[in-house]
C-alpha cells in the first residue's frame, strides 16, 4: 500500500539484473564508504588512547612491532575492512553490489512504507542502461546506511576511573577555568587525557548538553529503581546550586550529597543510573569498565543482574572484569534458561534469564611475547570457564590448609613441651 491506501504494484526487482553503471556505481559508494570509515575508526582509536596510531603498536627492542592492523568484519552484508597501525592505508573488501542490491531490494521489504521511496529512486537509476547513473542524496544516504544494519546508537564508554572523576569533576572544572582566564596572559599547559575518559568528564561536567531525558521502558525504569534502593539513593541532577558547573547529587533519606561526599559504590554507580536515565532509555551500546569495582559482592550480583536484563530488552553491552562474583552470577543466569519457574527479571529472588547466544567470552593471556584473546566456551551445564579465578582460590585455599595444620603441630608440639616441663 502507498500512503494514499491504494495497492502499489511492482515488477521484478531491477536488482536481479541490474545494469552496468549501476553495479559500477554501487561497488564506488561502497568503497568510498568503508574507506572513509576505517579512517574514522583509525582517528576514533587515537583519540581514545590520546596518541597517534603508529604509537600504539608492540614496541620491540630495536623497532616497532611490524604487520600491526585491526580488521573489522560484517557479515550481512559481508565486507571486511583493514585498518593499518604502521601506515595509513586502509583496505576494504566490499560486499558483492549484485548481492548487496538483492537483499536491500528484497521483495518482502516492498511491504514497508519507507523503502518504496528507495524502490521508485533505484527503479529511476536502473532505467539509465548505460548512461553514468544519476545519485540522489537521499538514496545515496539509504544505501550507506544498509552496510550498517543495527549498529547501536548511542555509545557510551565508562571509563574505570569514573569514581575519581565524580569525586573531583568539580576541581576539573575550576581548574580548567582558573586556566582560561589566563589564557590572553601567558600559555597555558593542559595535560593530556585520553578520549573517553575526556567524553566522560564531559558528561558530568555538562548533563544539560549531554543528556536529554528519553521516555524509559518500564523494564529499564524497575532496573534503575532497583539500584537506587539498594544505594538508597536516587542520582539527580541539582539546578539550583550556583556553582557554574550543574552538580550530580546523590539524594538520600537523610538529604542531598555531592558525590565527592558519598561512598565509592555510590559514586561507581552513578555514571551506569546517569546514562540509563537520560541517554540511552531506548537502547545503545554501554561499555563499562570494571562494573565490580569498589562493590560488595552482592551488589557485584545485583548489578550482574541488571545489566542482564538490559541484553535482555536489546542493549548491546562491553564488559570488561576481574570479578568471580559477575563471571558466575552471569553463569547462573544462563543455568536458569535451562529450568523452568523462574521469573523474566528481578534483582532479588529468581533470577532472571539470559540466552547463552546472547554472550561472548574472551579470555586474554600471555603466550610467549603476545596477548591473546582467547574465546571461551559457554555451557548451561558449566556455565562460563572460570578457571582462571579458581586455580587462585584452590591455591589460597591450599596455602591456608597447609597454615592452619601447621599452626595445630605447633600447638600440640608446644602443648607437649610444656607438659614435659611440667612433669
Same mark, same amino acid.
Given at each position: 500500500m502507498d500512503e494514499s491506501g491504494e495497492e502499489v504494484r511492482h515488477p521484478d526487482?531491477?536488482?536481479?539484473?541490474?545494469?552496468?553503471?549501476?553495479?559500477?556505481?554501487?561497488?564506488?559508494?561502497?568503497?568510498d564508504s568503508l574507506t572513509d570509515y576505517g579512517a574514522i575508526v583509525r582517528s576514533s582509536i587515537e583519540y581514545a588512547f590520546g596518541?597517534?596510531?603508529?604509537?600504539?603498536?608492540?614496541?620491540?627492542?630495536?623497532?616497532?612491532?611490524? &604487520?600491526?592492523?585491526?580488521?573489522? *568484519?560484517?557479515?550481512? %552484508? $559481508?565486507?571486511?575492512?583493514?585498518? =593499518?597501525?604502521? #601506515?595509513?592505508?586502509?583496505?576494504?573488501?566490499?560486499?558483492?553490489?549484485?548481492?548487496?542490491?538483492? &537483499?536491500?531490494?528484497?521483495?518482502? *521489504?516492498?511491504?514497508? %512504507? $519507507?523503502?518504496?521511496?528507495?524502490? =521508485?529512486?533505484? #527503479?529511476?537509476?536502473?532505467?539509465?542502461?548505460?548512461?553514468?547513473?544519476?545519485?540522489?542524496?537521499?538514496?545515496?544516504?539509504m544505501l550507506?546506511?544498509?552496510?550498517? %544494519?543495527?549498529?547501536?546508537?548511542?555509545?557510551?564508554?565508562?571509563?574505570?576511573?569514573?569514581?575519581?572523576?565524580?569525586?573531583?569533576?568539580?576541581?576539573?572544572?575550576?581548574?580548567?577555568?582558573?586556566?582560561?582566564a589566563a589564557a590572553g596572559i601567558r600559555p597555558i599547559g593542559i595535560e593530556p587525557l585520553p578520549g573517553t575518559a575526556a567524553d566522560f568528564v564531559s558528561l558530568v561536567l555538562s548533563p544539560e548538553r549531554c543528556l536529554h531525558q528519553p521516555?524509559?521502558?518500564?523494564?529499564?525504569?524497575?532496573?534503575?529503581?532497583?539500584?537506587?534502593?539498594?544505594?538508597?539513593?536516587q542520582i539527580v541532577t541539582d539546578r539550583s546550586t550556583e556553582r557554574s558547573v550543574?552538580?550530580?547529587?546523590?539524594?538520600?533519606?537523610?538529604?542531598?550529597?555531592?558525590?565527592?561526599?558519598t561512598s565509592s559504590m555510590i559514586s561507581e554507580l552513578a555514571p551506569i543510573l546517569l546514562v540509563l536515565k537520560h541517554l540511552m532509555g531506548g537502547g545503545g551500546h554501554l561499555t563499562i569498565d570494571e562494573p565490580e569495582s569498589h562493590l560488595h559482592p552482592e551488589m557485584q550480583r545485583q548489578v550482574a543482574a541488571c545489566l542482564a536484563t538490559l541484553v535482555n530488552h536489546g542493549y548491546a553491552l562491553l564488559l570488561t572484569t576481574?570479578?568471580?562474583?559477575?563471571?558466575?552470577?552471569?553463569?547462573?543466569m544462563v543455568r536458569a534458561t535451562e529450568?523452568?519457574?523462574?521469573?523474566?527479571?528481578?534483582?532479588?529472588?529468581?533470577?532472571?534469564?539470559?540466552?547463552?547466544?546472547?554472550?561472548?567470552?574472551?579470555?586474554?593471556?600471555?603466550?610467549?611475547?603476545?596477548?591473546?584473546?582467547?574465546?571461551?566456551?559457554?555451557?548451561?551445564l558449566d556455565g562460563i570457564d572460570d578457571s582462571t579465578f579458581t586455580r587462585v582460590m584452590e591455591s589460597q585455599y591450599s596455602e591456608t590448609a597447609d597454615l592452619i595444620d601447621d599452626l595445630l603441630e605447633a600447638e600440640v608440639h608446644r602443648d607437649a613441651t610444656v607438659g614435659g616441663k611440667a612433669g
Open positions: 526487482s531491477p536488482a536481479h539484473n541490474p545494469s552496468g553503471p549501476v553495479l559500477e556505481w554501487v561497488r564506488a559508494l561502497t568503497v596518541a597517534h596510531a603508529s604509537d600504539l603498536r608492540r614496541r620491540t627492542q630495536s623497532r616497532h612491532a611490524v &604487520d600491526c592492523y585491526l580488521k573489522i *568484519r560484517n557479515q550481512v %552484508p $559481508s565486507w571486511q575492512v583493514e585498518i =593499518r597501525f604502521d #601506515s595509513d592505508l586502509v583496505t576494504v573488501e566490499p560486499p558483492d553490489p549484485q548481492d548487496w542490491l538483492t &537483499d536491500v531490494f528484497d521483495p518482502e *521489504r516492498w511491504r514497508d %512504507p $519507507s523503502r518504496i521511496r528507495l524502490w =521508485r529512486h533505484y #527503479s529511476s537509476i536502473s532505467r539509465l542502461g548505460n548512461d553514468t547513473p544519476l545519485v540522489w542524496h537521499d538514496l545515496h544516504q550507506e546506511a544498509s552496510l550498517f %544494519p543495527d549498529w547501536p546508537d548511542p555509545v557510551v564508554h565508562l571509563p574505570s576511573d569514573r569514581s575519581g572523576i565524580m569525586h573531583s569533576y568539580h576541581v576539573l572544572a575550576s581548574n580548567v577555568v582558573q586556566q582560561s521516555s524509559l521502558p518500564k523494564p529499564i525504569q524497575s532496573i534503575i529503581d532497583r539500584l537506587e534502593t539498594a544505594m538508597r539513593a550543574e552538580s550530580i547529587v546523590a539524594m538520600t533519606p537523610e538529604g542531598p550529597f555531592s558525590l565527592w561526599r576481574h570479578s568471580d562474583y559477575i563471571v558466575n552470577a552471569i553463569s547462573n529450568l523452568d519457574g523462574y521469573s523474566q527479571c528481578g534483582v532479588e529472588g529468581s533470577l532472571p534469564r539470559i540466552d547463552k547466544a546472547k554472550i561472548s567470552v574472551l579470555q586474554f593471556c600471555r603466550e610467549s611475547r603476545w596477548c591473546i584473546a582467547q574465546p571461551v566456551d559457554i555451557t548451561p
